[in-house]
């Protein structure tokens, strides 16, 4: 690789280690005709650096020129950084050798906005259709939807491209027009809609055509950036159920505010936002997109932030005590999964084996629960002896009393929900 182009890659790599939203998977694009690579199979990008970024597919921008001065932005028009753009061609070489050597499972590619956002855009799209078309490229591709780019764009990236994003960044009209003025929440919108009805439309025509093209087979996602605005976690999470409801996206990712500049309308320097907010909001977006939980069963006007000592699922259950104990035997599979310390699996398997006997504490510690908190929610002898009528604050005590002192005796910085 020649020096210009390793510059080019060193700038443009770290420009976008800021957008988070590039796990991938759910594409199954097979290798046809000889052709290189294939997005279907295990793990494509699932390895994060330190920080916990994503690096196994080639994360790039385009160019970190950009037109627009979002504040939050490393990228932004008035910053005093270094700016590089690839050419085209530039983007597809780096591809298809990273590829052949084994260092990526595919790309990412994002952009600053450069001219308009049809002539980035296009230029994204030029990118994808060369590796489709004359590298034979089959492995994953995800590309960045420019927000304001034509319709006729946007249906051409959703050609090549098995996943599109176009990232809301902030959750409301307000912060939009206090940090990122070029921006509304329309234009990001619009993009989103015409995706969602293009995906839908695309499945619909393969039911009848089953070679029709592919258009962006694993669906289209966002980022939103916390912290960098005043938003709750309510005001995020509805925003976020909105999406996955209303839009049909398939993941929202969350950004912690980075901070990067001394702008007064951001906070300041050396105060970032801290990890378990970004991890308390992914661990509620589970819940929102596989439990069958509503935002507002988890953030309410009155309690509008995640609790950031307990996950989610366990406050709601603190504060919903009335529904508990359960009884696993008989209750409905929906509320097993709510049970604080019972997973997805747990539940199912807990379903499928009460056919045949009536299950008792001894059987559920066999089916990999967290026996430290389903043990206070549920309606037979656990340990011998029936449960107490606890409050919440002792429940409370106790589940975080005995984390922390599993955390001592581990010494892990690991999480656990479920
Ligand atoms: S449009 Fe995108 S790249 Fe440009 S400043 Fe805003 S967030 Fe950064």
């Known amino acids: 690789m020649n020096e210009r182009v390793l510059e080019k890659l060193s700038i443009l790599a770290d420009a976008a280690k800021y957008d988070v939203s590039c796990s991938s998977s759910g594409s199954k694009r097979k290798n046809e005709d000889k052709g290189l690579g294939n997005a279907e199979g295990m793990g494509i990008c699932h390895a994060y650096t330190e920080d916990g970024r994503c690096v196994s597919l080639l994360k790039i921008l385009l160019t970190n020129h950009c037109i627009f001065d979002c504040a939050y932005c490393v990228s932004r028009k008035s910053n005093d950084v270094k700016r590089a753009a690839f050419t085209v061609q530039e983007v597809v070489d780096l591809t298809v050798n990273f590829y052949r050597r084994n260092y990526i499972e595919g790309l990412f590619l994002s952009s600053g906005i450069f001219g308009s956002p049809d002539d980035t855009m296009e230029r994204l799209v030029r990118i994808a259709k060369k590796l489709r078309t004359e590298e034979r490229f089959n492995g994953y591709i995800h590309l960045k939807a420019i927000p304001g780019a034509s319709p006729e764009l946007l249906h051409q990236a959703g050609l090549y491209a098995d996943r599109l994003s176009v990232n809301m960044e902030l959750p409301t009209e307000q912060s939009l027009k206090l940090l990122a003025p070029q921006k509304t929440q329309g234009d990001v919108l619009r993009p989103m809609a015409y995706l969602k009805e293009s995906i839908a439309a695309n499945r619909d025509e393969r039911k009848t055509l089953a070679k029709a093209p592919l258009f962006a087979p694993a669906g289209q996602s966002t980022q939103l950036v916390v912290g960098a605005s005043s938003e709750n976690d309510q005001q995020i999470l509805q925003l976020s159920q909105s999406f996955y409801h209303d839009l049909k996206l398939k993941r929202v990712y969350y950004s912690g505010y980075v901070p990067i500049s001394n702008d007064g309308r951001l906070p ?18 589970w819940l929102l997109r596989f439990y069958g939980f509503r935002a507002e069963e988890l953030v ?79 309606n037979m002898k656990v340990d011998g002896a029936f449960r107490k009528d606890w409050s919440p604050e002792q429940i409370r005590g106790f589940i975080v009393g005995s984390a922390q002192s599993k955390y001592a005796a581990n010494h892990s910085p690991q999480l656990s929900m479920f």
């Not at 300041?268 to 977006?285: F, H, K, S, W």
């Not at 209750?331 to 747990?346: F, H, Q, V, W």
């Open 268 to 285: 300041a320097i050396g105060t970032p936002v801290p990890m378990i907010r970004e991890n308390r909001l992914y661990q509620a977006d």
């Open 300 to 378: 309410t006007a009155d309690d509008p932030f995640l609790d950031q000592q307990i996950d989610p699922k366990l406050h709601w259950a603190l504060r919903n005590l009335q529904q508990f104990p359960i009884d696993i035997n008989e209750a409905d599979p929906a509320l097993i999964r709510r049970i604080p310390g019972i997973g997805i699996k747990s539940a199912e398997k807990i379903v499928a084996a009460r056919r045949f006997r009536r299950l008792d504490w001894e059987h559920l510690k066999k089916f990999n629960i967290a026996t430290n908190r389903a043990r206070y929610f549920l």
